[in-house]
C-alpha cells in the first residue's frame, strides 16, 4: 500500500512540475523569443527603409510578387502612444497563426495602410510578447500611428474597445456597420481576444485616418513627448 501511495505521490509531483514548466513556457519564454522576433522585423524594416529600399504598401498584386509570396512579410510599424512611448511593433501581411507570433497581422483583403476602405490588423492580447495586452485601456482620441519608411500615418480612435464575438466577420467590413461611420472613408480597424487568456470573444477598436506626413519632416505630433 505504501508503494503504491508513493508512486501516486511521486506521479502528482511529475505532473505538477511538468504543468509549471508549461506555464512558464507559455508565460515567459514565448514571450522572450516573440519580443526577439520582433526587434528583429523592425530592425530589417528600418534598415531596409535606411538604403532606400521601400515598396509601396498598396501596391496592387503582381505575377512578379503574388499575395502567397508576400505573406508573413513585415512592411509597417506600428506606435500606440496610450500603450506606452516605447510600445512599437511590426505589422506583417497576412494573419496565419506563424505570422502573429511575429508581430501584428494585417488581414488579407482590406484596405493597404493609408488607402481608401477599412485597414485592418490582429494581434495577439497575451502569449507571443503579448502586444496587445492592454487593448482595454484604448479610449476615443487615442492616435495610432504607422509607418512604411516613407510616411506616417495618424489614426485617431473613435470607437471601442467593442466586444464581439469571432464570427462577426463584420467588423472589418470596409465600412463597418457597428463602428457608427455612415460612408467610406480611410478607416483602421484593431482586433485582438477576450478574455485576457482566452479567445470566445473579440475586442474592436475603428479609427480613421487623421493625417499623413512625408518620414522626412520627422515624427508626427502624437509620437513627440
Given at each position: 500500500?505504501?508503494?503504491?501511495?508513493?508512486?501516486?505521490?511521486?506521479?502528482?509531483?511529475?505532473?505538477?512540475?511538468?504543468?509549471?514548466?508549461?506555464?512558464?513556457?507559455?508565460?515567459?519564454?514565448?514571450?522572450?523569443?516573440?519580443?526577439?522576433?520582433?526587434?528583429?522585423?523592425?530592425?530589417?524594416?528600418?534598415?531596409?527603409?535606411?538604403?532606400?529600399?521601400?515598396?509601396?504598401?498598396?501596391?496592387?498584386?503582381?505575377?512578379?510578387?503574388?499575395?502567397?509570396?508576400?505573406?508573413?512579410?513585415?512592411?509597417?510599424?506600428?506606435?500606440?502612444?496610450?500603450?506606452g512611448f516605447t510600445w512599437n511593433k511590426p505589422v506583417l501581411e497576412g494573419t496565419a497563426t506563424g505570422t502573429l507570433k511575429k508581430g501584428l497581422g494585417h488581414y488579407a483583403?482590406?484596405?493597404?495602410?493609408?488607402?481608401?476602405?477599412?485597414?485592418?490588423?490582429?494581434?495577439?492580447?497575451?502569449?507571443?510578447?503579448?502586444?496587445?495586452?492592454?487593448?482595454?485601456?484604448?479610449?476615443?482620441?487615442?492616435?495610432?500611428?504607422?509607418?512604411?519608411?516613407?510616411?506616417?500615418?495618424?489614426?485617431?480612435?473613435?470607437?471601442?474597445?467593442?466586444?464581439?464575438?469571432?464570427?462577426?466577420?463584420?467588423?472589418?467590413?470596409?465600412?463597418?456597420?457597428?463602428?457608427?461611420?455612415?460612408?467610406?472613408?480611410?478607416?483602421?480597424?484593431?482586433?485582438?481576444?477576450?478574455?485576457?487568456?482566452?479567445?470566445?470573444?473579440?475586442?474592436?477598436?475603428?479609427?480613421?485616418?487623421?493625417?499623413?506626413?512625408?518620414?522626412?519632416?520627422?515624427?508626427?505630433?502624437?509620437?513627440?513627448?
Open positions: 500500500m505504501r508503494v503504491i501511495v508513493r508512486s501516486v505521490s511521486e506521479l502528482c509531483i511529475t505532473v505538477g512540475a511538468v504543468i509549471v514548466l508549461f506555464v512558464v513556457y507559455v508565460l515567459f519564454w514565448t514571450g522572450v523569443k516573440a519580443d526577439r522576433v520582433m526587434d528583429d522585423q523592425i530592425d530589417r524594416l528600418e534598415e531596409q527603409w535606411s538604403t532606400g529600399a521601400t515598396r509601396p504598401t498598396t501596391a496592387p498584386e503582381s505575377p512578379a510578387e503574388p499575395a502567397s509570396y508576400r505573406s508573413g512579410k513585415p512592411f509597417a510599424i506600428m506606435y500606440i502612444p496610450r500603450l483583403n482590406t484596405a493597404g495602410l493609408g488607402e481608401k476602405g477599412n485597414f485592418s490588423v490582429a494581434g495577439h492580447r497575451r502569449t507571443y510578447g503579448d502586444p496587445f495586452k492592454d487593448f482595454p485601456e484604448l479610449r476615443r482620441g487615442d492616435a495610432v500611428v504607422l509607418t512604411d519608411g516613407t510616411t506616417w500615418f495618424t489614426y485617431r480612435i473613435d470607437k471601442g474597445p467593442y466586444k464581439t464575438l469571432p464570427s462577426d466577420i463584420e467588423v472589418i467590413d470596409p465600412v463597418p456597420r457597428k463602428s457608427g461611420y455612415t460612408r467610406p472613408g480611410r478607416y483602421l480597424t484593431l482586433t485582438t481576444c477576450e478574455p485576457e487568456w482566452g479567445h470566445s470573444h473579440r475586442l474592436i477598436v475603428w479609427a480613421h485616418l487623421d493625417s499623413t506626413q512625408p518620414v522626412e519632416a520627422g515624427k508626427p505630433e502624437a509620437l513627440r513627448r
